[in-house]
């Protein structure tokens, strides 16, 4: 998990409520990007930034924001949490690769539940 | 979706023998990568190959990339306990880190010591 954090690690919410997952990265790597974990599904892309202000939508992105303001945070928000939302979410960051090619590094990933 | 599709779901070997896990993707891509995810841990990264490669080597790790079939191999060679994981490929199509990864469902292997 080299130099990425998420919080919180575990949160409940209620349905319709507002909720924010925050990623910080101390590598100072350029590509951030959010995904969600279910069962059956693998891993999916929410949103992913490739700089400061510039982000974009991933193949799940309906229902949720991302916000990144400096080079080390990106947030995602649910602007209103709902059951389909309840996963594991999983903040990735990645730099420059040789070649070209990017491997992505990912931190330890945020439960969250919506009841 | 494009995702890319594991084979077989799940593996149970014992340890010392060999584990191979196949990944069938679907359009033309940069490059293929494997993660491991240990239980309730985010994703670690494995190897990454090219795809004017054809086989790559790290440790214990073996990868193959058959392009023509869209389809790669993961062989993990003399298996330890510490193997048992869940082992997931995952494709960029334009390897340039602003697409993110598109992953497969995944294979758990599971080592029996």
């Known amino acids: 998990d080299a130099g990425i954090t998420q919080s919180p690690r575990h949160k409940v919410t209620e349905t319709g409520t507002p909720v924010t997952l925050r990623c910080h990265q101390t590598?100072?790597?350029?590509?951030m990007y959010w995904y969600r974990q279910d069962p059956g599904h693998g891993l999916r892309l929410i949103h992913y930034?490739?700089?400061?202000?510039?982000?974009d939508k991933g193949e799940v992105s309906d229902g949720y924001s991302v916000s990144r303001s400096k080079t080390e945070d990106f947030l995602l928000t649910l602007e209103s949490a709902t059951s389909s939302q309840t996963s594991v979410y999983f903040c990735a960051i990645s730099g420059a690769g040789t070649s070209g090619s990017y491997e992505q590094y990912f931190g330890p990933g945020t439960r969250l539940t919506v009841t | 979706s494009q995702q890319g599709e594991e084979d077989p779901q799940a593996l149970s070997i014992q340890e010392g023998e060999n584990a191979t896990m196949n990944c069938s993707y679907k359009t033309s891509i940069n490059n293929l990568q494997w993660y491991r995810q240990n239980s309730g841990r985010g994703l670690v990264h494995l190897i990454l190959i090219r795809s004017n490669e054809r086989e790559k080597h790290s440790g214990r790790l073996r990868v193959t990339l058959d392009t023509s079939k869209k389809s790669s191999s993961l062989l993990i060679t003399a298996s330890r306990a510490a193997d048992t994981a869940s082992y997931f490929c995952a494709t960029s199509y334009s390897g340039g880190g602003a697409d993110g990864l598109t992953f497969g469902k995944g294979t758990h292997l599971i080592i029996q010591p």
């Open positions: 590598e100072n790597h350029r590509y």
């Open positions: 930034s490739y700089g400061v202000k510039d982000t």
